[in-house]
T-cell receptor, first 113, second 112 residues
């Protein structure tokens, strides 16, 4: 058990809809990362937060947004969903120090129909 | 453009033998490399890492080798066990970036 909790585990929704994925980091970790894994693709970095502030941004679409709350949990909001957004979305956390390993949750599988 | 490449999507090895998983990178600014293991329905789990100032790091049955001139690293598992069957991701990070860049993974199957 990595200590990172993601909810929900599965999500099925229709095109055009909006969903929110939630992540609770490991106790003591200040940094939260979001990754997307599509079929046959590696883990694509979306965005990182550190202690409530955005630290790094990757290939995150404008339809997607995220935030980290004062209690350090994070939410990833996906809107105007398209079929191609179907993927596994992973949250990871770390203490935030350089080169500190990331600890991943078990992911949320999003299916857009 | 993929900065971290794992060119073998899959690898099959007999139990007790050595498993060698390979990874190539293109960005010379990368200075820290990690391997993660992923079982189905679970998130990736950190396995082992290596800094660019070293060329080898060992942890039990797992050894990572780094060849900076070739921009190549490899993960050796000796001896391989059926429980090692998983997808292995290579990842890299550089001082100028804040995020890990992952390869697409190699699925290792260790046959009894």
């Amino acid at each position: 058990d990595s200590g990172v909790t993601q909810t929900p585990k599965h999500l099925i929704t229709a095109t055009g809809q909006r969903v929110t994925l939630r992540c609770s980091p490991r106790s003591g970790d200040l940094s939260v990362y979001w990754y997307q894994q599509s079929l046959d693709q590696g883990l694509q970095f979306l965005i990182q937060y550190y202690n409530g502030e955005e630290r790094a941004k990757g290939n995150i679409l404008e339809r997607f947004s995220a935030q980290q709350f004062p209690d350090l949990h994070s939410e990833l909001n996906l809107s105007s969903l398209e079929l191609g957004d179907s993927a596994l979305y992973f949250c990871a956390s770390s203490v935030g120090a350089a080169n500190s390993p990331l600890h991943f949750g078990n992911g949320t599988r999003l299916t857009v129909t | 453009d993929q900065q971290v490449k794992q060119n073998s999507p899959s690898l099959s090895v007999q139990e007790g033998r050595i498993s060698i998983l390979n990874c190539d990178y293109t960005n010379s600014m990368f200075d820290y490399f990690l391997w993660y293991k992923k079982y189905p329905a679970e998130g990736p789990t950190f396995l082992i890492s290596i800094s660019s100032i070293k060329d080898k790091n060992e942890d039990g049955r797992f050894t990572v080798f780094l060849n900076k001139s070739a921009k190549h690293l490899s993960l050796h598992i000796v001896p391989s066990q059926p429980g090692d069957s998983a997808v292995y991701f290579c990842a890299a990070i550089g001082r100028s970036q804040g995020n890990l860049i992952f390869g697409k993974g190699t699925k290792l199957s260790v046959k009894p």
